[in-house]
């Protein structure tokens, strides 16, 4: 499975950006497998930052950026997305779009997800 993740850049507080991340190399569809983001500032722990739910597509975002943040997919493209608004210069960091078959009840953990992709740079300037 390889994931592609696009959209990151540079963007002032409070303006908006939505990243991608494609899914390919693998037969089983995207509507098994859940997927999901992370994040990693300089000198900070990589973090949850939002999830999606194979099948079913319930969403999780961590508290955070809850109620500025909403992740979506869209099956037919194999392509997740995290729409990212009112952001703020502590989102800054290099976000992650990891995947996995099925679901698992500890997705805050970045051990429960198997496939990682390569990061997309966001960075907000105050």
């Known amino acids: 499975v390889q994931l592609q993740a696009s959209g990151g850049g540079l963007v002032q507080a409070g303006g908006s950006l939505r990243l991608s991340c494609v899914v390919s190399g693998r037969t089983v569809s995207l509507y098994s497998m859940s997927m999901g983001w992370f994040r990693q500032a300089p000198g900070k722990e990589r973090e949850f930052v939002a999830a999606?739910?194979?099948?079913?597509?319930?969403?999780y975002h961590a508290d955070s950026v809850k109620g500025r943040f909403t992740i979506s997919r869209d099956n037919a493209k194999n392509t997740v997305y995290l729409q990212m608004n009112n952001l703020k210069p502590d989102d800054t960091a290099v976000y992650y779009c990891?995947?996995?078959?099925?679901?698992?009840?500890?997705?805050?953990?970045?051990?429960?997800?198997?496939?990682w992709g390569q990061g997309t740079q966001v960075t907000v300037s105050s």
């Open positions: 990891v995947n996995r078959l099925h679901w698992s009840v500890a997705y805050y953990s970045s051990s429960q997800w198997n496939y």
């Open positions: 999606i739910r194979s099948s079913s597509s319930s969403t």
